[in-house]
């Protein structure tokens, strides 16, 4: 009987152990990325080795930055199947941290299945969070930052900040300086406006949340909300709404300029 029990227990072991190395061999395999398209200049960044060129079908690891040069951009597909788009001259990574994901510098466009749960893009001052998505963002050190909501829910949250998150919803897009102190005004934005940009129209596939986005699009264009909507890609017109709301918050805030940057995503 105790020879039985024995084994049985040291069955049981070995379960236990083979699940544990399993739990743990998954959890390192989903902080990893695969490049899925390369265009011009793209380049890994390891923290433990000399920077490379990138090729479709690498392997990149969480502490491994993705660098893009001019006129450049890059794609990566997780083992979770969120997609990331790295526009020119950015600079992304992401860290051990789950489903967090860090922008350094330029633009990135990220879309991911309901079913990942929410996915976070840190910058050194707000952390965005967006669920059943496709967004997008834009960060500089020196002058305005965009995070726009394609199809989803998010928010944004400024680190060091007390109070609620600013929230965005499908078709809407905030713009904020480098270093915010305060929620800034949520925008109703032309959706069919990004759908030139490189971001979205620069690749070989097609965005899994594309039909979803259209659909957005043609609800737009059927109840346009109240105000009208502002096209994201145009800096005389963001200019001028964000001035409008600007007037109808006293005192209004001191705004640097130039704004935006005029990228087009």
């Known amino acids: 009987m105790k020879s039985t029990n024995s084994k049985l227990l040291a069955g049981m072991s070995l379960i236990a152990a083979a699940a544990g190395i399993a739990t743990v ?30 090729a479709v079908n690498d392997t990149v690891h969480e502490g491994t930055a993705i660098r893009t040069g001019s006129d450049s951009l890059a794609e990566l597909t997780f083992l979770d199947q969120t997609l990331t788009r790295l526009g020119a001259n950015t600079v992304f990574s992401f860290g051990a941290a789950a489903r967090t994901y860090d922008l350094g510098s330029g633009a990135i466009l990220i879309s991911a299945p309901k079913e990942v ?37 998010g928010w944004m949250k400024i680190k060091g900040v007390p109070g609620e998150p600013c929230r965005l919803h499908s078709g809407q897009m905030i713009v904020f300086p480098p270093h915010p102190t305060h929620c800034p005004p949520v925008l109703n934005i032309d959706i069919a406006k990004l759908l030139n940009g490189n971001l979205l ?17 043609r609800n737009q264009e059927t109840a346009p909300p109240s105000g009208g909507l502002i096209d994201p890609t145009s800096q005389d017109t963001i200019d001028q709404a964000m001035s409008s709301h600007l007037q109808q918050s006293p005192p209004p805030a001191p705004r640097p300029t130039p704004f935006p940057t005029g990228r087009k995503f």
């Open 117 to 153: 749960g929410t996915v976070r893009v840190t910058t050194p001052a707000v952390t965005c969070g967006i669920r059943g998505f496709t967004m997008m963002m834009e960060r500089h050190s020196n002058a305005w930052n965009k995070f726009i909501v394609l199809h989803g829910d």
């Open 201 to 217: 129209n620069g690749f070989q596939t097609q965005l899994p949340e594309l039909n979803l986005i259209l659909a957005d699009i």
């Open 25 to 54: 061999v998954f959890a390192a395999e989903r902080k990893q990325a695969r490049v899925t398209e390369v265009v011009h200049d793209v380049r890994l960044l390891p923290s433990q080795a000399a920077a490379r060129p990138a």
